[in-house]
């Protein structure tokens, strides 16, 4: 199961964190700085010309004979879009892939469970998008339509990325494994990122953090099956894999922070508890 419902009854007390909160189409549950007609109370400012007399408060009028007029506190809506890797490498292992499904279906609960607008690309032709959809009640549905995505080695994930993009996002996060070369995952995520924010999940698994292959290997890209390697796996190969590694990963985190674009790097290993309430809260993501 992707969510097991004691861990959905957590997650729906958690509400993202963002700064750049817009109106959207309808309201949401969210209190801005802004003032606007919801139910909340905040104070009183006295009447200018042009003001809707409908808002004097009459009360206050037949006590200070002045005329104020109630303000009250705005609620906007969160326009939500969580982008799925789909290529060959995320299924690979189907813990990895398994783990993948799952973020995706808990960043969206946490949306959906304060009624922001919700939205899941799955970066691919034959598998069907979750979109604009608001409220609780749409929680199962969307756990449903996550377990029926599958990766296909046809897909190219940061090379059909911007084609994909949801341009009224206000917040967006994207689960990868980020194998392709940094410049060329930043070019992309740089056109993701106008005008929202942007918080990459890097997903990696443990065979991928920690290999322990030995002997003489042919090694194939998966997305690119012609691209073939013959190595001798020993102790300094894998050293200088794990150095690669890690080279990779620090550069991406650097340039991500650099461009403003979150950036947190998780394992398959790790619970999806962990990753959630630990990982991203100390990122500052979660309220």
Partial sequence: MLLPSDLRLRLGRLAWQTTQMKRGLQKGSRRSKMFGSSLDFSDFRPYQPGDDVRQVDWNVYARTNRHY?????????????????????????????????????????????NDDRVSIIPVSKSNVPFLNKKGI?????????????????????????????QRKSMLSFLI????????????????????????????????????????????????????VVQVSMNRQVLQQYEERLQEHCLSLERQCNDRGIGYVQVSSGQSLEDIILYEMRKKGWLA
């Avoid at 996550?146 to 994909?164: A, G, K, M, N, R």
Wanted: glycine share 2%.
């Fill in 69 to 113: 007029i109630k303000r009250f506190l705005d609620e906007q809506e969160l326009s939500l879009t969580i982008y799925l890797d789909c290529s060959s490498s995320m299924g690979l292992e189907e813990e990895k892939w398994q783990a993948a499904k799952a973020l995706t279906a808990a960043i969206a609960h946490i949306g959906l469970a």
């Fill in 137 to 165: 009640v749409f929680s199962n549905q969307m756990v449903q339509q996550i377990q029926t995505y599958q990766t296909s080695v046809t897909e190219h994930f940061f090379e059909q990325l911007p084609q994909f993009r």
């Fill in 176 to 227: 990868s494994d980020c194998l392709d070369p940094v410049n060329v995952m930043m070019n992309q995520l740089k056109v993701v990122q106008a005008h929202q924010q942007l918080r990459v999940v890097h997903l990696l698994s443990e065979r991928e953090l920690n290999p322990t292959i030995s002997g003489d290997l042919k090694l194939i890209n998966v997305e690119d099956e012609t691209d």
